[in-house]
T-cell receptor, first 114, second 115 residues
């Protein structure tokens, strides 16, 4: 257990709909990152939030957006869902201390788009 | 483009065999290197990491990795595997000296250890 929780565990949506995924960071962690893991692939970086501000973004379209709250919990929002958005979505929290860090991953949310 | 390549997609070993999983990354600048493991039904967890210093890194559960800058490699090793090492292994890299923590993952290697 890493102390990082995600909800829901599984989700089924229809193409065109919108979805919100939630992440609760490990206590004291000020940074949260989101990743998309397609079946049989390694996780792909979506974006990172540090102290409620976006702090880096991967190659994902603007319909992927996020929020980080003062208690360091986080949301990932995806609009206009496409079939290719079906994947495991992982949240990872970390505490940045100087130039070293370690990201702790949650169990993920499995999203299926039909 | 920044990328990570894991040479072996699926490895099958018998217990007590030695393990080496290959990992190469593109680009020759400053890198931080990681190996993550995902046991069946569990979430990703860190095996070991390299930021600087001794290029031979010791991790948990008897794993180690060696950073060879000239070869852009960070191979994972274990002298004697156990059935409980059956899992998916991911090599990951962050580029640059910033603390953005944008992990770039390889595609993963599935390790199956036969008892």
């Amino acid at each position: 257990e890493t102390g990082v929780t995600q909800s829901p565990t599984h989700l089924i949506k229809t193409r065109g709909q919108q979805v919100t995924l939630r992440c609760s960071s490990q206590s004291g962690h000020n940074t949260v990152s989101w990743y998309q893991q397609a079946l049989g692939q390694g996780p792909q970086f979506i974006f990172q939030y540090y102290r409620e501000e976006e702090n880096g973004r991967g190659n994902f379209p603007p319909r992927f957006s996020g929020l980080q709250f003062p208690n360091y919990s986080s949301e990932l929002n995806v609009n206009a869902l496409e079939l290719d958005d079906s994947a495991l979505y992982l949240c990872a929290s970390s505490l940045v201390q100087g130039l070293t860090y370690e990201q702790y991953f949650g169990p993920g949310t499995r999203l299926t788009v039909t | 483009a920044q990328s990570v390549s894991q040479h072996n997609h699926h490895v099958i070993l018998s217990e007590a065999a030695s393990l080496e999983l290959g990992c190469n990354y593109s680009y020759g600048g400053t890198v931080n290197l990681f190996w993550y493991v995902q046991y069946p039904g569990q979430h990703l967890q860190l095996l070991l990491k390299y930021f600087s210093g001794d290029p031979l890194v010791k991790g948990i559960k008897g794993f180690e990795a060696e950073f060879i800058k000239s070869k852009f490699s960070f191979n994972l090793r274990k002298p004697s595997v156990q059935w409980s090492d059956t899992a998916e292994y991911f090599c990951a890299v962050t580029y640059g000296s910033s603390n953005t923590g944008k992990l770039i993952f390889g595609q993963g290697t599935t390790l199956q250890v036969k008892p």
